[in-house]
């Protein structure tokens, strides 16, 4: 129905402010899980006796980016007519065939474990740069020059972020400590 102007259909404004959903439901389940994780996290010790990174510092940061973001969908999911209106990302790409590649999956996966048991032997920077090199060779192939750069620059500064930023502490391994 319209209104005497024939413009909008009339609606009252109390029915366009609030429209729980399901979708609401999770999500303010979900940031209940979230806040307590991130009380939980407040608990732990920022850092270290060592003056390092301590076991709070991590979950700080994803209870609070979690407990955001988490609030921030909850709020999308009350504006009206957002449970009718949205189409699922299956309706748009079709199904996903989840058993065609279990070669590279499988690939991965061992690449992983190779390089969580050599991490300490071989020091972060040599098994992360082997391990990067491994996976752009495979996943982007012909770009030898793109891939060595980011196989190097990646875990470098990763271990630079870590080591002296945060001073996290990362295996050295054959590299002497610089």
């Not at 996943?139 to 750069?149: E, K, Q, S, Y």
């Amino acid at each position: 129905m319209s209104n005497q102007t024939g413009l909008r259909p009339t609606t009252s404004p109390s029915a366009r402010r609030w429209q729980p959903t399901s979708r609401t439901a999770f999500f303010g389940v979900l940031l209940v899980v979230l806040v307590g994780y991130t009380e939980m996290a407040f608990e732990l010790e920022w850092t270290s006796a060592g003056g390092r990174v301590g076991p709070g510092f991590f979950p700080r940061i994803i209870g609070i980016l979690g407990s955001v973001m988490c609030l921030g969908a909850l709020l999308d999911s009350l504006r009206p007519g957002r449970e009718g209106d949205e189409e699922s990302p299956e309706d748009e790409v079709g199904e996903g065939d989840l058993g065609r590649h279990p070669a590279p999956l499988l690939l991965v996966v061992v690449a992983g474990g190779l390089l969580g048991a050599t991490f300490v032997a071989l020091g972060a920077i040599i098994a992360g740069t082997l391990f990067m090199f491994g996976m752009l060779a495979f996943l982007n192939p012909g770009r030898w020059g793109t891939n060595a750069v980011l196989s190097v620059a990646i875990p470098l500064g990763l271990y630079l972020l870590f080591q002296t930023a945060l001073n996290a502490g990362l295996p050295e391994g054959l590299l002497p400590r610089f």
